[in-house]
């Protein structure tokens, strides 16, 4: 509920608490054991930024968080609060204006983001890389960028480090790419892939500016995101948290210190962020958080323990709501003791002592003041919420789906990107080497021709020879045969004149 200015968020006996819209970008903390009530405290901050004009963001991991596109049902119980809170006046059963979102475009409207924008450096983070195994995926968005080879789904990214790996000999310019580390970068893809991450990358890209806006009355609409199931998928919820910040804290201007902020985020669960995290993406979560807060953005980590959130986050988190904890382990008194030391002390009770004893809806608060001041710690009764606390009927959503204006990021486009293109040219170059494998095919065909042609004619020629020596042999035979009959006729014809001789000489010897 938004009062006077401020955020209301209960009572103490010192009087109302409230937070300064001043002061909510500096982030905070809602914590506490399961069941005491955290659910119920992040609902009424929502509503009251929602008031205020402020967008907000909910990560909805129970399912609970939609009745609040509904108006709350009245009760005994609830008209007693109303009573006890002192805004009968003022308060009213609605509902908000509710924008359903999911990663898995089920729940409500997809969200994706491009593989470019994601960039190498988070992308490495999320999928715990070493520095070579980053260095390569450096030089394989460089190369796409060079190339002009959009990278926006992980069919793209795969394509591209097959298309590294297999001309890295020819790519050194950019420097040595091993088949190792490439290897290395697709495993890691492998559980992102697994747990969603095809469907979170892609097209229409989320604009977040989509997430900043208000509604016809001037509230501002309340961007929760079904992740009942996403929730089951720590490594794709990570990557989407981390996106998200980044993204923001990227394009956002700085606007220092404003009247109130620009946007708000609860990150519910908010250990599913940080539990087995690499140290590098606990590192960047944090360099975002302390630097979001001057683009006018504010982060509120919801756990059930302050020890779920590192120390070096949780050192950002200057507003505290502190629901009961449970002490039953020493190591459950070590997390109750730290607690309570982290707000700034009452005199009128030992923080320490009450967390323990502090009933449902009840709260240890401490906020901001308006010079930014931690105020002393106050044992809050939370006020009640003014819109439905249960999960919303599924005509209600389906009805806030349709007439939110965002049907635009219903449908996944699957635009010409590094796969499509290179996928074009490795048919390209299969074709110009089948063409290339044809053409010599025919040049052997066309020399074994020619050899064949070469063959027929030798042979011709030789038979021609043959032909022409027996024809030769032949005649000079038949010349011979006719040189030895004459040459016989010669002899004969001579042989009778040699005896004509002889007898005439005989006959002349008679005589």
């Known amino acids: 509920m938004f009062l006077d200015g401020k955020l209301y968020m209960g009572l103490s006996d010192e009087g109302r608490v409230t937070l300064d819209p001043a002061m909510a970008n500096r982030h905070g903390l809602i914590a506490g054991a399961s069941g005491t009530g955290k659910t119920i405290t992040m609902k009424v901050m929502a509503e009251s930024f ?4 402020v967008p907000v963001f909910l990560c909805d991991v129970k399912g609970d968080v939609s009745g609040l596109c509904a108006p709350g049902a009245p009760s005994e119980g609830m008209e007693k609060r ?6 009968r006046e003022v308060f009213t059963y609605r509902a908000y204006p509710v924008c359903f979102w999911d990663v898995y475009g089920r729940g409500g409207h997809p969200v994706r983001a491009t593989v470019s924008d994601m960039g190498p450096e988070l992308l490495a983070r999320i999928l715990d890389l070493t520095p070579v195994q980053e260095g390569v995926l450096n030089i394989v968005f ?6 002009g080879l959009e990278l926006i789904d992980l069919k793209d990214l795969r394509a591209m480090l097959g298309y590294v790996s297999d001309h890295r000999a020819e790519l050194t310019k950019y420097g040595n790419v091993a088949a190792q580390s490439v290897g290395a970068i697709l495993r890691a893809l492998l559980p992102l892939e697994d747990q969603g991450g095809d469907l979170f990358f892609g ?5 977040l500016r989509d997430w900043m806006r208000t509604d016809f009355s001037g509230h501002g609409v309340i961007n929760l995101l079904d992740c009942v199931e996403l929730a089951r998928s720590p490594k794709l919820y990570a990557t989407f948290l981390l996106w998200m910040m980044s993204e923001l804290y990227e394009t956002l201007p700085e606007v220092g210190d404003a009247d109130k902020p620009k946007l708000v985020f609860f990150f519910d669960e908010a250990h599913l962020l940080f539990d087995g995290a ?6 960047k979560i944090e360099q975002v958080v302390r630097l979001i807060r001057s683009k006018g953005v504010g982060i509120y980590f919801v756990t059930q323990s302050p020890a779920d959130v590192p120390d070096s986050v949780l050192a950002q988190l200057s507003n505290r709501v502190q629901h009961a904890l449970r002490c039953y382990t ?14 700034r002390p009452n005199p009128a009770f030992k923080a320490e002592d009450v967390i323990g004893t502090l009933g449902v809806g009840h709260a240890l608060v401490s906020f901001l003041d308006a010079e930014g001041v931690p105020c002393t710690v106050q044992n809050t009764a939370i006020i009640c919420p003014q819109s439905l606390m249960a999960p919303a009927p599924e005509d209600l959503r389906a009805k806030a789906r349709a007439y939110d204006g ?3 990021y219903d449908e996944a486009v699957d635009n010409l990107s590094a796969y499509e293109k290179l996928t074009q040219q490795q048919e390209a170059d299969a074709e110009r080497a089948a063409l290339e494998q044809e053409r010599a095919a025919l040049e052997k065909e066309k020399a ?5 042609r070469a063959a027929a004619e030798e042979k011709a020629r030789k038979q021609a020879e043959r032909e022409a020596e027996r024809a030769a042999a032949a005649k000079k035979k038949q010349e011979e045969r006719r040189r030895a009959k004459i040459e016989s006729q010669l002899i004969s014809a001579g042989g009778q004149v040699l005896r004509r001789g002889l007898l005439n000489t005989l006959l002349k010897g008679l005589k």
């Open 278 to 283: 690499p140290r590098a993406l606990v590192q």
């Open 448 to 452: 074994a021709l020619e050899k064949e």
């Open 142 to 147: 460089r190369i796409a960028d060079d190339a």
């Open 50 to 53: 929602s008031d205020a004009g």
């Open 406 to 408: 965002m049907d635009r």
């Open 203 to 207: 097209e229409p890209a989320l604009d």
């Open 330 to 343: 020493p190591a459950e008194q070590k997390a109750v003791r730290a607690a309570a030391a982290t707000m």
């Open 82 to 87: 109303i009573d006890k809170f002192g805004v």
